[in-house]
């Protein structure tokens, strides 16, 4: 039956704003309010895009490069994109896999839409990036959450996935380095995920945005390159963490060229195309200059360091290194508190925005999610002014 006209599509009604732009919107207004606050919320690099890929865009615009594009990508950026990919992940990618967006969360969203039917089983990561399950929902599929083991070091609890996964699923959607934990998935259990995906014939899709930000010596391996493995993962990555680009609006996806094809449509058929001269950008930021990739993960080394130390000296606090991207997780369980009173309680004493860890899923309860994308001044005095709140509980 129609609905009334004010009444919205039952996919919009689980629909609910990201937690970091909610703590930012109450810090702005404490802001507004004369109180200083220290901003450890919001998961983006405080550094600006290197300037060669910004020239690179301000050129493309004075070139007049300001037009339509192909809905899938600029030829010349699928090709950077599927040799980039290659080379660090060690197999063959043909640009014909590659789908350009306006951003990687079109890389999460437009392939849901192109696999998922109501009844799908969908295993994702909790405590996990929050759009997972919004996508999940909007689909009309069925979430099925995986905890994260802080004993695991935040990786998922195969024992729970072995019982969780069956011929029901769908799409297995990883995370590593994962926001918000930072943790990594050990090789053994991404050779069980990939052996469950083809036992069951599902879909994985690898969210490997922060693989480039990764703190140990081996990279991260890549499922997509487990034999039998390329016929159904579907890799996103993205511009926005590793070259400061977040504002750009710049992602891509690798998948069999059967589902880029359906993908790309879905792009000519809401988005178009993405912007043409973010995507010439995006061509320099992929042969352009790495060094400057480099540098920037030592200074997010050094942070990790000092943040890492700095939470483990407040009495009360325990927190894992992360293996990769610029997040802590730390266990703050012993003070009683829920993780939303948590963050709530350090904003309005401490003055440092944090966000509670159940804004990343119900088993992200008992912990905080601090980013290391503030200057090493600012996390001291971070870490000092948590200290001092927290001795007064
Ligand atoms: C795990 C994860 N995936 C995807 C994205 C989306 O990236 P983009 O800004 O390129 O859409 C983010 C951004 O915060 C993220 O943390």
């Known amino acids: 039956m129609k609905k009334p006209h004010h009444d919205f599509a039952d996919r919009t009604a689980h629909l609910e704003p990201e937690g970091a732009y909610e703590v930012l919107a109450k810090a702005q207004q404490l802001e507004a309010a004369g109180r200083e606050i220290i901003h450890l919320e919001i998961g983006q690099p405080d550094f600006q895009t290197y ?5 690179a865009g301000i050129r493309a615009i ?7 594009t192909p809905s899938a990508g600029i030829p010349a950026l699928k090709k ?26 079109p890389l999460l969203f437009f ?22 399950r919004a996508i999940i929902e909007t689909m009309g599929a069925t979430p099925v959450p995986i905890a994260l083991k802080e004993e695991k070091d935040f990786s998922f609890d195969m024992a729970e996935f072995s019982e969780k996964v069956n011929d029901c699923t769908r799409l297995i959607i990883i995370n590593a380095p994962s926001n918000p934990t930072g943790g990594i998935i050990p090789a053994a259990d991404l050779e069980a995920i990939a052996a469950a995906a083809k036992k069951h014939d599902c879909w994985v899709l690898s969210d490997d945005i922060y693989t480039r930000l990764v703190y140990t010596d081996e990279p991260v391996k890549s499922i997509l390159t ?47 195309c993405t912007a043409s001269f973010t995507q010439l950008a995006g061509i ?63 904003l309005e004493k401490a003055g440092v925005a944090l966000l509670p860890g159940t804004s990343f899923g119900p088993m ?15 996390i001291e005095k971070a870490l000092e002014l948590i200290k001092e709140a927290l001795s007064k509980l």
């Open 51 to 55: 300037p060669n890929i910004g020239m």
């Open 284 to 346: 320099e930021a992929l042969s352009g200059d790495q060094e400057q990739v480099a540098r920037v993960r030592a200074v997010f080394l050094a942070r990790r360091e000092l943040i890492v130390k700095g939470l483990n000296d407040i009495p009360g606090i325990t927190c894992r290194k992360p293996a990769g991207a610029f997040y802590v997780f730390p266990n703050v369980t012993s003070f009683g508190l829920s993780s939303k009173e948590m963050a709530n309680y350090l």
């Open 226 to 272: 487990f034999p039998g493995m390329a016929e159904r993962t579907i890799i996103m990555d993205g511009f926005s963490k590793t070259y400061a680009m977040t504002g750009w609006r710049l992602g891509y996806g690798v998948m069999p060229e059967k589902l880029a094809d359906v993908v790309g449509l879905l792009h000519t058929h809401s988005v178009g």
């Open 80 to 105: 950077a994109i599927a040799d980039n990919t290659g080379r660090r992940i060690g197999m063959e990618i043909s640009p014909a896999q590659v789908v350009v967006g306006p951003g990687a969360k």
């Open 364 to 378: 992200g309860e008992g912990y905080l999610r601090l980013t290391f994308t503030n200057s090493t001044v600012a």
């Open 62 to 68: 004075a070139a007049g490069e300001t037009r339509y």
């Open 111 to 132: 392939p849901m839409m192109a696999l998922l039917e109501p009844g799908d089983e969908v295993i994702y990561p909790d405590p996990g990036f929050p759009s997972y």
